[in-house]
């Protein structure tokens, strides 16, 4: 069966719009950490939606305007920012940003199935290295719901070869997340089956992307590698 891929990134910049700036005074600081975006996130999925010559779908608007990535009626789809806000401030947010977006990747999705074969989705996130006061101890997240098998054997073979690649990279299934928790991979799943849907939510630890230069290049061309070889797998493609 033949793949398909499409690239997502739903918190990949921290911009606010002129007409709702008002309701961000005062916390500017809060939009340029990591609750308002994931740094890297959005080079990575350049860089994958490049090598696999894949459809590209980005928000760069904060995550603090509305969350792309939670449900509608999830306590954390609007923010502290936004969450008083007028509710017709808030539905004209939704349909501005938050359907407009999903709308889009659900019919690149329905359109990549019409060419026939299934769809790869990977979703571009990264993650903060301590939350809470607490360490997350991975430096790649490969997030998916243990009951689809095409999901589970791709993030498993694609975390054997990561690490034997690179032996001191910390690798993680499901980690810093559950893969079946609220998110727009999960809510795509109800609308796709499974032998035509696959998605992965690849999240990496922002300690990488601060260090920059040759280290993120490399950890980025790693995970392309890899996966390219997770994919030409005996039964995969």
Not at 79 to 95: D, G, N, W, Y
Not at 194 to 214: F, K, S, T
Request: proline share 5%.
């Amino acid at each position: 069966m033949s793949d398909r891929f499409l690239i997502t990134c739903e918190h990949g910049g921290k911009r606010i719009p002129p007409r709702y700036r008002p309701l961000f005074e005062g916390r500017e600081t809060l939009l340029h950490s990591h609750r308002g975006y994931d740094p890297g996130a959005l080079r990575l999925a350049r860089d994958l939606a490049a090598a696999l010559d894949a459809p590209l779908v980005v928000s760069t608007t904060s995550r603090l305007l509305v969350d792309l990535n939670r449900s509608i009626g999830h306590p954390r789809l609007y923010s502290e920012a936004t969450r008083q806000a007028p509710a017709a401030v808030r539905r004209e947010i939704l349909a501005r940003y938050y359907l407009t977006y999903r709308r889009r990747a659900e019919a690149q999705v329905a359109a990549l199935l019409e060419q026939g074969g299934r769809v790869l989705h990977i979703a571009a996130h990264s993650f903060t290295p301590v939350l809470d006061g607490v360490e997350r101890r991975a430096d790649v997240g490969l997030l998916y719901d243990p009951a689809r098998p095409s999901e589970a054997a791709l993030c498993g073979r694609w975390q054997a070869i990561l690490r034997a690649r690179a032996r001191d990279l910390r690798v993680r299934r499901n980690y810093p997340y559950a893969g079946r928790a609220d998110g727009f991979t999960t809510y795509l799943r109800r609308r796709f089956p499974a032998d035509r849907y696959v998605g992965i939510e690849l999240e990496v630890n922002q300690r990488h992307v601060w260090a920059g230069g040759r280290h993120w290049r490399a950890l980025r061309e790693l995970l392309v590698a890899t996966l390219r070889e997770a994919l030409a797998a005996p039964g995969e493609g």
